[in-house]
């Protein structure tokens, strides 16, 4: 979920995530138009929309069951995977 920006309160699927950058690329978010050039690969040229990635500390995690950005925390589940859980109603993201 976005919390800040010109798309705030959007939700979309978290394409890629650059740590080190602090950003990451949301499906749908940040869209902007590109003017592709005709090229080999693409014969058409024309304008391609791509997704721009927004800043990590713009975006929270949306939480499904509390229908709400939450803040993540971890847990160790059984089999000693590490779970990201919501930390309001500590189910698994
Ligand atoms: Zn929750």
């Given at each position: 979920?976005?919390?800040?920006?010109?798309?705030?309160?959007?939700?979309?699927?978290?394409?890629?995530?650059?740590?080190?950058?602090?950003?990451?690329?949301?499906?749908?978010?940040?869209?902007?138009?590109?003017?592709?050039?005709?090229?080999?690969?693409?014969?058409?040229?024309?304008?391609?929309?791509?997704?721009?990635?927004?800043?990590?500390?713009?975006?929270?995690?949306?939480c499904k069951s509390c229908n709400?950005?939450v803040?993540?925390?971890?847990?160790?589940?059984?089999?000693?995977?590490?779970?990201?859980?919501c930390?309001r109603c500590?189910q698994?993201?």
């Amino acid at each position: 979920m976005v919390t800040s920006g010109k798309d705030k309160g959007k939700t979309g699927k978290v394409l890629f995530i650059a740590r080190d950058l602090m950003r990451a690329a949301v499906e749908g978010i940040n869209l902007v138009k590109k003017h592709m050039r005709k090229t080999q690969e693409n014969q058409q040229g024309g304008v391609v929309q791509v997704e721009r990635s927004v800043s990590l500390s713009n975006i929270m995690p949306f939480c499904k069951s509390c229908n709400r950005p939450v803040r993540v925390g971890f847990s160790i589940s059984k089999d000693k995977t590490k779970l990201r859980i919501c930390k309001r109603c500590k189910q698994p993201l």
